[in-house]
């Protein structure tokens, strides 16, 4: 599901983003980014009075950054994006401006305020997991060492950088 974003309202509830950064907005692009790239989204995010208006050099093909131009605001420009959607029912509009999101519903966009979308790009990527080729914890047995170098030969330990009983041991209580 797409986003639909009034960057300066994201901005405003992220504690390690301040509206008064000369950097505000490409720090919360980089922030978008992230988000997307963990969580496979697309956004276009909408921000006050660039110089100039429209797309801006930032967007990426999941980021698109457009910026409103001196004589608009970002909350006019979303509620024309809203209007002129043809999949209104995909996107999520994310803005504090209530007529912003009543136009959204109206379209039947789902909605969130900015602190709840705040709250999801702060979230931390989930843990990856292993491969199907790696494994956790891996522990192979002396014996099986044993067997495998009676295969295939020794490796000399300054090759292998160990000895062959260097290699770990099972640490207790993992079987």
């Given at each position: 599901m797409p986003?639909?974003?009034?960057?300066?309202?994201?901005?405003?509830?992220?504690?390690?983003?301040?509206?008064?950064?000369?950097?505000?907005?490409?720090?919360?692009?980089?922030?978008?980014?992230?988000?997307v790239a963990r969580t496979n989204q697309r956004c276009v995010v909408v921000f006050d009075h660039g110089l100039p208006g429209g797309l801006s050099k930032m967007s990426t093909r999941n980021v698109q950054v457009v910026f409103a131009s001196q004589s608009s605001t970002a909350d006019r420009v979303m509620?024309?994006?809203?209007?002129?959607?043809?999949?209104?029912?995909i996107w999520t509009v994310v803005s504090n401006d209530h007529e912003v999101l009543s136009t959204a519903r109206r379209y039947r966009m789902q909605t969130m305020q900015a602190s709840a979308f705040a709250a999801l790009?702060?979230?931390?990527?989930?843990?990856?997991?292993?491969g199907r080729d790696?494994?956790?914890?891996?522990?192979?047995?002396?014996?099986?060492?044993?067997?495998?170098?009676?295969?295939?030969g020794d490796v000399p330990a300054a090759k292998a950088g160990r000895t062959r009983s260097s290699h770990p041991k099972q640490p207790k209580g993992i079987k």
């Open positions: 986003y639909l974003i009034d960057g300066h309202n994201v901005i405003g509830q992220l504690p390690d983003l301040k509206l008064t950064d000369p950097d505000d907005e490409a720090k919360l692009v980089q922030k978008l980014l992230s988000y509620i024309e994006r809203i209007r002129k959607t043809p999949q209104p029912d790009i702060r979230r931390p990527p989930p843990p990856s997991t292993p790696e494994a956790v914890h891996v522990h192979v047995p002396d014996e099986e060492v044993e067997e495998w170098l009676k295969i295939f």
